[in-house]
């Protein structure tokens, strides 16, 4: 096994290989962390019994977030909590209550008390602690903690052409599964999967797409209710997939443990899979994601300008991240000036 990190401003996407096949990813954006995994002291704002819980806010007054809980404290108490769940699906963050220790004192405000794993944490959990560290980068490097250095290696390039491929293909609405294509279609309520074959499928087909779809849904990192639907399966014989679909799972062995709950009467295959951190295809989408876009475009192709126009949404997120103009700096040797552009469509940008 092997971890592979490739750098631009911004950003760093982690791959974990065994055997050079891609056992999972992620996507770090080390100057503006989703909080996941964070401790925090917050501030109860409003109780919400509808939602089984209470709108509470966090240390800086424009983050908010929810706190599940039947029996918390009056509004405006402050609680002791763990955020649970990124801000994701355009909901805010998800926390919990935690017990508070009674060698700590209160405070008067909300404050961050402890900062999650990070990306990078997660993918060197479900590796050897010897397991290699391959960058690019000497910058991200000197960056990584002291003790992780024995195990860098610095290559010249950490993805090769068939990585950068099979990171690609992971932001593409379809995706190849064994013997059938996976039409993978997100919402906010759930993701729904068509399963399609180019010739007449059958129920073997769709046995032996389960583990690579699976897979799949890992890599993504699709989360909440996941809808599959299979193909050239009748009606009656459905239900009998549901074991199999279990068993693959079962293999498979997602650190997030999806539960495959069973058959819809509409005869589509039902699991679920816990939202921690947001999905690939979300981070990609959001604002931030496509100013880091930019950014490489800038970096990458040579584009020349010291002042870079944009819709509202995308300086924002750009502003808000601590490092990605410094990576940008460093790459380029030039600053950027933010400009906001209130009538610009929402993909378009220019610099001058």
């Known amino acids: 096994m ?6 631009a401003p911004g950003e760093i996407r982690i791959a974990l290989l065994k055997d050079d096949a891609l056992l999972d990813a992620a996507l770090w954006r080390p100057g503006a962390p989703d909080g996941w995994g964070d401790v925090h002291i917050v501030r109860i704002t409003a109780h919400a019994p509808a939602l089984g819980g209470a709108f509470v806010e966090l240390a800086s007054p424009a983050c908010t977030g929810f706190m599940k809980g039947r029996k918390l404290p009056p509004e405006g108490s402050l609680v002791r909590a763990q955020v649970t769940r990124s801000a994701q699906n355009g909901k805010g963050l998800r926390l919990r209550a935690l017990p508070w220790p009674e060698d700590m004192e209160a405070g008067t405000a909300p404050r961050r008390l402890t900062s999650g794993p990070t990306p990078l944490d997660e ?3 479900l590796a050897p602690s010897d397991c290699p560290i391959l960058t690019d980068s000497a910058a991200l490097a000197a ?13 010249s390039r950490s993805f090769d052409e068939v990585l950068e491929a099979d990171w690609a293909a992971l932001t593409s609405p379809d995706a190849q599964v064994g013997p059938l294509t996976a039409h993978i279609t997100p919402t906010h309520a759930l993701t729904a999967i068509d399963l399609d074959a180019h010739q007449t499928p059958d129920f073997a087909a769709n046995l032996a797409c389960f583990g690579p779809l699976l897979r799949e849904i890992r890599l993504r990192n699709l989360s909440g209710t996941i809808l599959i639907d299979p193909a050239g399966v009748r009606s009656s014989k459905r239900p009998a997939l549901v074991p199999f679909l279990r068993k693959a799972a079962d293999r498979e062995q997602d650190p997030l443990q999806p539960r495959i709950t069973g058959i819809t009467p509409g005869g589509l295959l039902e699991m679920t899979r816990p939202r921690h951190r947001a999905p690939l295809h979300e981070l990609y989408a959001s604002p931030h994601g496509q100013g880091l876009a930019i950014l490489q475009r800038i970096a990458s192709e040579g584009l020349k300008g010291d002042r870079l126009h944009a819709p509202p949404a995308i300086i924002q ?3 808000a ?13 030039h600053r950027l000036t933010l ?3 209130p009538v610009s469509p929402s993909s378009c940008w220019s610099l001058s």
């Open 2 to 7: 092997e971890i592979r990190l490739a750098s």
């Open 123 to 125: 993918i060197l959990g």
């Open 143 to 155: 960056r990584l903690p002291s003790h992780l250095h024995a195990r860098l290696h610095r290559v």
């Open 317 to 319: 997120a750009l502003e």
């Open 321 to 333: 991240d601590s490092g990605a103009l410094e990576d940008l700096f460093h790459l380029t040797g």
């Open 339 to 341: 400009l906001s552009h």
